[in-house]
């Protein structure tokens, strides 16, 4: 079992509709959740932070955490073509770990006109 | 500009031969890390740096070697590369030791003959 699973997609979405990107973990003592975009030939830019239970929104973006699921989702209102990109999930282990980050393989989304 | 850059962009050499990637932050960031990033692989973590003088293994860390001499630096060193260390590296840098939020380096494109 990969320790952060992604769907590769690629998801395709029409403009103008909600984009879901779902990711799980292995690890039921990680602490730290981000999501990442990464356009085609770029490197990786953080778009969110989620540390505890519940959602967290910042724009048209929300980040949802269940811990007990192990399960951190991303959502994207309102998607546009510019939205078109790979989303990394990536998960900290929390202190004692010393700061290892693990990524996910990333899902691509499509934003269709 | 708050950046990482990274040096050189491209780069095709052959087995055996001895090469650095360099790597430099400009924001004070205590914790730098290196990924290569490689196609249904995912990022995966080679060495990072909690701060000067301190590295630690990540979960690739067969053939690289890493120095932190100064809090900006963090080369990566390929004593003698493999046709396997053809990939894509990033550099990273993160203002928390716990490395979540990361910015990342343009990436280098590195292919070994």
């Known amino acids: 079992q990969k320790e952060v699973e992604q769907n590769s997609g690629p998801l395709s979405v029409p403009e103008g509709a909600i984009a879901s990107l779902n990711c799980t973990y292995s690890d039921r003592g990680s602490q730290s959740f981000f999501w990442y975009r990464q356009y085609s030939g770029k490197s990786p830019e953080l778009i969110m932070s989620?540390?505890?239970?519940g959602d967290k929104e910042d724009g048209r973006f929300t980040a949802q955490l269940n811990k007990a699921s192990q399960y951190v989702s991303l959502l994207i209102r309102d998607s546009q073509p510019s939205d078109s990109a790979t989303y990394l999930c990536?998960?900290?282990?929390?202190?004692?770990?010393?700061?290892?980050?693990?990524f996910g393989t990333g899902t691509r989304l499509q934003v269709t006109l | 500009e708050a950046q990482v850059t990274q040096n050189p962009r491209y780069l095709i050499t052959v087995t055996g031969k001895k090469l650095t990637v360099t790597c430099s932050q400009n924001?004070?960031?205590?914790?730098m890390s290196w990924y290569r990033q490689d196609p249904g692989l995912g990022l995966r973590q080679i060495y990072y740096?909690?701060?000067?003088?301190?590295?630690d293994k990540g979960d690739v860390p067969e053939g690289y070697k890493v120095s932190r001499k100064e809090k900006r630096n963090f080369p990566l060193i390929l004593e003698s590369p493999s046709p396997n260390q053809t990939s894509l590296y990033f550099c990273?840098?993160?203002?928390?030791?716990?490395?979540?939020?990361?910015?990342f380096g343009p990436g280098t494109r590195l292919t070994v003959t």
């Open positions: 989620i540390y505890s239970n």
């Open positions: 740096s909690m701060n000067v003088e301190v590295t």
């Open positions: 990273a840098s993160s203002l928390s030791l716990q490395g979540g939020e990361q910015y």
């Open positions: 924001m004070n960031h205590e914790y």
């Open positions: 990536a998960v900290n282990k929390g202190p004692g770990t010393a700061s290892k980050l693990t």
